[in-house]
Structures are given as structure tokens and as C-alpha cells.
């Protein structure tokens, strides 16, 4: 009974004690090899922008070929969006686009790469590490990332005139007051799951700022853009009191612009952000019901209306056609010699398709009928 009690307790405590993380690093890559034991660093307090984006955890290393090293860090996400989010954080504007991924920018000296909810930040110290060996990490890594879908509010950011890798993705307040002037991270609604997009364009001859803010409804969109000119100044609200910011809303999305000149120069960045046609209904609307006695009223007369046109069209059309068989038998309606008529033989009588209509065409020969057919027969079908 002790020594199942004891080893009871024993479970308990393995169960207890923290599971070491997963590697993410491999052991090497295209013939370089990781040196010594990787440092897996597990995040318990992360820095604040890097909690923004949802940071678990990351693991670092450096890769030896020979007298060659590089180094590689690896940082793991929440989710994918987060991951989207630091890869472009973390984008320089020196970098070019690189093949390793859909997401993926190169330097002299650095490289990024985005898979799934993992985000690669390499240190390239040689050039003969500039390839296959990052095309090498990122194959061992694609094995463990999560992939899932992407952000999308990049894409209502114009493209003309918009300085290559300066878009970023925002999730937090920090992040964003780091990229925006004037200190208006807590004041987007990011705590109503708000996200954003911040990128630079070379207009007049200098720089501004373009921050798009994505809310959950319009509605939440309305309030954010009361309240920001209400702390900001917003489209000259407060003349003189910080930087002049210039805005819009269409539909949830808020378009912010820090820099510009004038609003005919911000309104070259703001009107091309559309998310959606605004419509307007301008009919009113009755405040109240009809009553019900109106309303019982005018269904009877609508039904009563409904059925007498019923009776009339009825009506004509029988007396048109009785007319004109009247006028003219056998040359409009109840052409036995041209129409085609479906019968059921269930009898021995052979099938004759003047019968259908009760009397015979005497004007032409009677149709041949083979009266050795079976007496049971489906369907036959006579002109």
C-alpha cells in the first residue's frame, strides 16, 4: 500500500514539473552544423511589444561550418497573425525581397523569414550562408509551423507612393506608438479588438504617415474616430495642440495620416481608402403599425380582387376559344391531324386518336392501326 501511495505521489510531481520545450532549431542545416546544446528560452515575462504579437517562446543558435558561423533565432507566435505582425516589425528598410518564403526580405546582413506562426531572423556573418542553408531551416521549420490565413488589412493600403518595406502590422498600443506620432496607441481601440496598419509615402517632397485601424463594426469605428478628435488634434478640432493628424472613417476602417502638409495633400492618401460602398436611406419610416382592423380590411379586398380577375381572365379565355371552335371546327383548337395525343392502352380497343376528341377528321384517310399490338401496353403515342 506505501509503495503505491509513493509512487502516486511521484506522478504527481512529474505531471508537476514544467515540459521542456520543443526544439525548433535542427541539429544542422545544408552541412553547417549547430553548435552545442540550442538555448530554448521559454517567455514568462516577454517585452511588451513582443506580448502584443503573442510571443510563446523563442530558441536561438549559432550555425558552424569550419571557421564560418551565423546565427538564427527563431521566435514562436500564438498565431499566425502575430507571427505576420512581427515579421513585419522587424523588417528593415534596407532589406529587398527574398525567395525563401511567400514572406520573406534579405539584407547585407540579415535575413527574415515568415512560416506559419514561426518568424526566422537570421544574422548572416558569411556569404556562403546567404542560401542553402537558410533554404535549409526553413524547410526543417515548416514542418512545425502552424499555417493559417493572413491579415488582410495591408491591402487597403495604396500602393502609390508608398516607401517598399515601411508597411507594418499593429496589434497593441505600444507597437504602434513606437511607429505613429503624437502618442495615439491607446486611443484606436485596440481593447475592443482593434488591429492596424501602418506604412510611409514620399508625398510633396517629404514623409508621411498613413495608419489604417481596422475595428470589429462601424458603429465601434464611429466612437474611435469621435473620441481621437476629441483627444487629437484631428482635422483642425484643437488648432495649435500637437500634431495636426488628419482622418476619415469608411465603413470600419479608419484612416489616420500624420505629416501632411495640408488636407488636400492627407486627402490624397484618405480617399483612397475605401472598404465598401456607403448607402443611405432616406424614405421614412413609419412610427407605427396599422391597425388590425386595417390591416384584415385590406386583405379580404385583396383577395376578393385576386379572385374576380381570376373569373374574368377564366371566363375570356373559354369564351374566346368556344368562339373560335364555333367559327372555325377543327382548324385552330382540336387538330386531330396535328396534335399529338398520350394515351394509356390498357384495353384490347385499338388506339385511335380521334377518339380523344369524338369525332373523326372526315376530310383525310383514318390512320392504320396494327390491331395484333399486345392488349397491355404502358404508353403508345399517336398523331
Not at 542545416?29 to 523563442?58: C, D, K, Q, T
Not at 496589434?171 to 502618442?183: C, E, V, W
Not at 466612437?223 to 488648432?239: D, P
Request: charged letters at 20%; proline letters at 6%; a negative charge.
Amino acid at each position: 500500500m506505501r509503495r503505491v501511495l509513493l509512487s502516486s505521489i511521484f506522478a504527481l510531481l512529474l505531471a508537476a514539473l514544467p515540459a521542456p520545450a520543443q526544439r525548433l532549431l535542427p541539429a544542422s542545416a545544408a552541412g553547417w552544423v549547430n553548435r552545442g546544446e540550442p538555448v530554448v528560452s521559454r517567455v514568462s515575462a516577454a517585452p511588451s511589444i513582443l506580448s502584443e504579437y503573442g510571443l510563446v517562446s523563442f530558441e536561438e543558435g549559432t550555425f558552424a561550418n569550419g571557421s564560418e558561423t551565423f546565427g538564427a533565432m527563431v521566435y514562436k507566435m500564438k498565431d499566425a497573425s502575430g507571427a505576420y505582425g512581427l515579421y513585419s516589425f522587424l523588417q528593415q528598410p534596407e532589406m529587398r525581397r527574398a525567395n525563401f518564403t511567400d514572406h520573406s526580405a534579405i539584407s547585407a546582413d540579415r535575413a527574415l523569414v515568415l512560416i506559419g506562426n514561426l518568424v526566422l531572423d537570421v544574422t548572416v556573418h558569411s556569404p556562403a550562408a546567404r542560401s542553402r542553408p537558410i533554404d535549409a531551416l526553413v524547410r526543417a521549420l515548416s514542418a512545425q509551423a502552424e499555417v493559417d490565413a493572413l491579415p488582410t488589412l495591408g491591402e487597403y493600403l495604396p500602393a502609390e507612393h508608398r516607401v517598399e518595406f515601411s508597411d507594418r502590422y499593429i496589434l497593441g498600443p505600444q507597437a504602434l506608438d513606437q511607429l505613429f506620432p503624437d502618442g495615439i496607441g491607446g486611443a484606436v481601440g485596440f481593447n475592443r479588438s482593434a488591429e492596424a496598419e501602418v506604412a510611409h509615402y514620399r508625398l510633396g517632397g517629404h514623409d508621411d504617415t498613413l495608419l489604417i485601424v481596422g475595428l470589429p463594426t462601424d458603429q465601434l469605428a464611429a466612437v474611435q474616430l469621435g473620441e481621437l478628435q476629441r483627444k487629437f488634434n484631428v482635422n483642425g478640432a484643437s488648432a495649435g495642440s500637437g500634431t495636426p493628424l488628419f482622418a476619415k472613417r469608411s465603413a470600419r476602417l479608419l484612416a489616420v495620416v500624420a505629416g501632411a502638409s495640408s488636407q488636400a495633400e492627407a486627402n490624397e492618401l484618405l480617399d483612397q481608402i475605401q472598404m465598401e460602398t456607403e448607402l443611405s436611406w432616406n424614405e421614412p419610416v413609419p412610427k407605427h403599425e396599422p391597425p388590425i382592423e386595417l390591416m384584415i380590411e385590406g386583405s379580404i379586398v385583396g383577395s376578393i380582387v385576386i379572385c374576380l380577375f381570376a373569373l374574368v381572365a377564366g371566363f375570356s379565355f373559354g369564351g374566346l376559344r368556344l368562339l373560335v371552335k364555333r367559327l372555325a371546327p377543327g382548324k385552330v383548337f382540336d387538330r386531330s391531324g396535328y396534335t399529338e395525343v398520350l394515351q394509356l392502352g390498357l384495353g384490347s380497343k385499338p388506339i385511335n386518336s380521334d377518339d380523344f376528341y369524338g369525332y373523326s377528321d372526315a376530310g383525310g384517310p383514318a390512320p392504320r392501326v396494327d390491331k395484333n399490338l399486345p392488349d397491355r401496353v404502358a404508353l403508345r403515342i399517336f398523331r
